[in-house]
C-alpha cells in the first residue's frame, strides 16, 4: 500500500455565531472520542488543540451562521479548503436563534445591547451556511445529536449514505410508545413538523416539542397552525411556536409570516 | 534566542477555550506595553431578540448563549423570573435543581481540568498527544465527564440544552429510583475526584499571585449555587437586586471591550478561586480535607492553581450529588404553575466559570420588556488582562514562543467562555 492510502484523513472543525455546543457534542461523545481520534487526523479543531494543521482537509465541520463580513468571506475559504464540507446543528442549517434579528431592525438591536454601537459590524441577517456556500450534508439540531454525528462521520469516511431520518417526532413519540401530549392533554407540540433525531425529548418530558432540529421533510405547518388555533393559542403565540432556534428555515419562517399577516 | 523583551506575543486564534478570542501583547523592551484579550465572537443580540418573548421561553432561549453552561443560563434566568412573579418553589425542587447544577460543574470541571488545562502544564499541545502518554488519566477524565453528563441527561433529557428545568420547577422530575441509578458511578466519580485532587496537585506552578478582590456567593449553609449574598473578600456584601449599583460595564480605550468593574475597585475575579476562597468553611468534609491534604487553603491567589481548585469542586459535586439523592423526595408537584403579571426581578447563580447574572423586566402579559444578562467571562475579562500585564513582565527573558504559551494557560486558567461573553462584548478583530 502506498503512504497515501494510509493516510488518515484530515478533519477540520470551524466555528461561526453560535454557542459552541454543537461542536462540544464530539468531545461528549466519551466513549467513541478516543475511537474517533485514532480513525481520523483531527487538524484543526481550536476548542480542543493548540495545534492547528493548515488545510486543505478531508472534511469540513461548521457549527454556526453567519452574521458578519469577515464570516462571509471567511466561510468562502473554508469551502475551498474542504473536500467534503458537513455543517452541523441549528445555527449553521438555519440561521441559529440569532436570525430572530432578520424580522427586526438590526441597528436597533445593536443599540439595546451595546453602549457603543459604532463599533459593532454586523450583517442585517443571520443566515445559514448553505446560503453562501455548497455544502454536502447538513445534521440537524439544536444541538445536533452525538449519536447522528458519529454515525455521519463514519457514514462519511466509509464513502456510504448516513442513517439519517427526515420522518416527523412524532414517529418517535410512536416508537417510545408515548401518550400524544397533543391529542390527550391539549398541549401545542411541533412534533407534527418536526424532523426526527432528539428520541422525542419534550414529550416524554411532559412538554411539547419546540422544533429543535426544523421542519421534517415537507411538514403540514398549516394544518398544525390551524390545530394550535383549536387549542386555543393566538397568532402571536403561533408565531413565536415557530420562530424558536429554526425561525429562518423556509417552512418555518412561511409559517410564522402567514400567522402574522392574519 | 528570541526573547520576548521588545517583541510582540501575538496569538490570533486561542485554543482550548469555549468561543473565539486573540491575545496581544507588546513589549517596550522588557517593560509591557500594550495587553489586549481581544474578543471577534460575532455578536448574537440575545437581550435585543428576546424583547416580547414569554417568561416561560427565557430558559430555553438562553440557555442558546452557551453550550457548555446551559444550566447555568436556565438557573439564573429560572430564578430571575421566579422573583419577577412572586413564585415560591418546593424545596424538593430546589434540591433537584442542586443536583442538576451538580452534573453542569462534573461535565464541565472534568472538561477543562483534564482537556483543556491539564495539556498546558504536560507540554501537550491537547489531549488527543496527552492520551497517547497518559492513557488511563484520558479514559478516567472521560468517563468523570460522562458521570456528570448522565447526571444532566437524566435530569434533563439531554447534555446539551436539556429540556425539563421550567419557572416554578421542572417539566417532569425523576423518580426516587431513577436517582438511586446514579449512585454508583458517583461513588466511583467521588473517588476518581479525590485522586484528581491528589494529581492536579504535583503539576508544576510558576510564582504568580497578583493581590485578587474575589467575588462569590455566600449561602449560610452551604457551598453556593443557585442563592445566596453576593460577597468579596474586600467588604461587598449585597443582594442580586442591587449588583447593578455596585458593577458597571466600562468601555476599555485599548481594547475596545466593554468590561464588567466594581464601580468602587475596578477589576476583579469570579469562578472557581472565588468560590473556595470565600466559602471555605462551607465545603463538605471530605472535599476540604482532599485540599487541605495537598496544602491547599484560603486564600490561594496562584490563578494557575485553580486547576487544583476546581479538582477540589468536583469533590464537592460528587458528595454533594450523592447528598441530593439520598435525601430526595419527590415534590407534590413538578412545578408551580405561573400567572402572567408585572414584575422585575434579578438573580444571581454560580456558573462553573463564576457568577452569571440575570435581569429581567415582565409586562402585564407576562412578556419580556428588558433583558440583562452578565456572564462570568465578562466579567472576569478585566481581571484576565491584569494578570496578563503582570505575568508577561516576568516572562520578558523567555523565548518568544515559550512565554507565548505560557500566556495563553494563564488565559486558559479563568476558562473563558468566550461565546457568553460574546452578546455584550465588543468584537476586535485582531488579524492583520
Not at chain 1, 216 to 226: D, H, I, R, V
Amino acid at each position: 500500500m502506498s503512504s497515501k492510502a494510509q493516510r488518515k484523513p484530515k478533519i477540520g472543525v470551524f466555528k461561526f455565531a453560535s454557542c459552541d455546543g454543537c461542536q462540544l457534542s464530539l468531545l461528549d461523545a466519551e466513549d467513541e472520542l478516543l475511537a474517533v481520534v485514532g480513525a481520523v487526523e483531527i487538524a484543526y479543531f481550536p476548542e480542543a488543540s493548540r495545534a492547528m494543521a493548515k488545510g486543505p482537509y478531508d472534511i469540513g465541520l461548521v457549527e454556526g451562521s453567519i452574521t458578519t463580513h469577515h464570516d462571509a468571506q471567511r466561510i468562502q475559504d473554508i469551502r475551498r479548503q474542504c473536500k467534503t464540507l458537513i455543517i452541523i446543528g441549528a445555527c449553521a442549517t438555519a440561521g441559529g436563534i440569532q436570525a430572530l434579528r432578520n424580522w427586526q431592525d438590526v441597528d436597533e438591536f445593536v443599540r439595546a445591547v451595546y453602549a457603543t454601537p459604532q463599533y459593532i459590524s454586523t450583517l442585517k441577517l443571520s443566515t445559514p451556511i448553505a446560503e453562501h456556500v455548497p455544502v454536502d450534508f447538513e445534521l440537524r439540531g439544536c444541538p445536533i445529536s452525538k449519536q447522528q454525528l458519529i454515525e455521519l462521520i463514519s457514514a462519511t469516511l466509509a464513502g456510504r449514505k448516513p442513517n439519517i431520518p427526515h420522518y416527523s417526532v412524532c414517529m418517535e413519540c410512536k416508537r417510545k410508545a408515548n401518550v400524544c401530549i397533543s391529542v390527550a392533554r391539549g398541549i401545542a407540540c411541533l412534533g407534527p413538523v418536526t424532523q426526527a433525531g432528539c428520541g422525542a425529548l419534550c414529550p416524554s418530558y411532559d412538554r411539547g416539542c419546540y422544533g429543535c432540529f426544523g421542519p421534517m421533510e415537507s411538514p403540514n405547518t398549516e394544518s398544525l397552525t390551524a390545530q394550535f388555533r383549536i387549542l386555543g393559542q393566538s397568532d402571536v403565540q403561533v408565531t413565536r411556536a415557530f420562530r424558536g432556534f429554526n425561525a429562518w428555515a423556509w417552512e418555518f419562517r412561511k409559517a410564522s409570516e402567514e400567522c402574522e399577516r392574519r | 534566542m528570541t526573547t520576548s523583551a521588545g517583541k510582540t506575543i501575538r496569538v490570533d486564534t486561542l485554543a482550548r477555550v469555549e468561543g473565539e478570542g486573540s491575545l496581544y501583547i507588546k513589549y517596550a523592551g522588557e517593560q509591557v506595553a500594550e495587553v489586549k484579550f481581544g474578543i471577534y465572537e460575532p455578536p448574537r443580540l440575545f437581550e435585543a431578540f428576546m424583547r416580547g418573548r414569554h417568561f416561560s421561553e427565557a430558559p430555553d432561549i438562553t440557555s442558546r448563549i452557551c453550550g457548555i453552561c446551559p444550566i447555568a443560563y436556565q438557573m439564573s434566568a429560572i430564578h430571575a423570573m421566579e422573583r419577577a412573579l412572586g413564585i415560591r418553589i418546593d424545596p424538593a425542587v430546589r434540591l433537584l435543581r442542586r443536583l442538576f447544577y451538580c452534573g453542569e460543574w462534573i461535565e464541565s470541571h472534568a472538561l477543562h481540568v483534564y482537556m483543556l488545562h491539564a495539556p498546558d502544564f504536560l507540554g501537550y499541545q491537547d489531549v488527543i498527544g496527552m492520551a497517547k502518554d497518559h492513557r488511563e488519566v484520558v479514559e478516567k477524565a472521560l468517563r468523570l465527564k460522562k458521570i456528570g453528563n448522565s447526571i444532566v441527561q437524566l435530569m434533563g433529557g439531554r447534555e446539551i440544552h436539556p429540556i425539563s428545568a421550567a419557572v416554578g420547577g421542572f417539566h417532569k422530575v425523576p423518580t426516587k429510583s431513577r436517582l438511586r441509578e446514579l449512585v454508583e458511578d458517583l461513588q466511583w466519580a467521588l473517588e476518581a475526584s479525590l485522586e484528581t485532587v491528589r494529581w492536579t496537585a504535583t503539576l508544576e506552578f510558576p510564582n504568580f499571585e497578583p493581590d485578587y478582590e474575589f467575588v462569590a456567593l455566600r449561602h449560610p449553609e452551604e457551598y453556593p449555587f443557585n442563592e445566596g449574598r453576593l460577597v468579596s473578600n474586600r467588604g461587598l456584601d449585597i443582594d442580586a437586586e442591587a449588583y447593578e449599583d455596585h458593577f458597571a460595564e466600562v468601555h476599555a480605550k485599548h481594547s475596545n471591550a466593554l468590561q464588567s468593574v466594581l464601580r468602587a475597585r475596578g477589576s476583579y475575579l469570579v469562578g472557581p478561586l472565588a468560590r473556595f476562597n470565600l466559602n471555605f468553611d462551607k465545603l463538605p468534609e471530605e472535599a476540604r480535607q482532599a485540599a487541605l491534604d495537598v496544602g491547599l487553603k484560603p486564600p490561594v491567589r496562584n490563578p494557575f492553581k485553580s486547576i487544583v481548585v476546581r479538582a477540589v469542586e468536583l469533590v464537592f459535586a460528587c458528595a454533594e450529588a450523592l447528598r441530593v439523592i439520598r435525601e430526595y423526595e419527590p415534590p407534590a408537584a413538578a412545578r408551580v404553575e405561573a400567572a402572567n403579571c408585572a414584575g422585575t426581578g434579578q438573580a444571581i447563580t454560580e456558573a462553573p466559570r463564576g457568577i452569571l447574572y440575570h435581569r429581567y423586566a415582565l409586562d402585564e402579559n407576562g412578556l419580556i420588556v428588558t433583558a440583562k444578562i452578565v456572564p462570568p467571562t465578562s466579567q472576569n475579562q478585566k481581571r484576565i488582562e491584569d494578570d496578563l500585564r503582570e505575568y508577561a513582565t516576568q516572562l520578558a527573558t523567555w523565548p518568544l514562543e515559550e512565554a507565548t504559551w505560557k500566556c495563553e494557560q494563564a488565559v486558559r486558567n479563568y476558562d473563558p467562555c468566550i461565546s457568553c461573553a460574546t452578546h455584550f462584548l465588543k468584537v476586535v478583530i485582531e488579524r492583520e
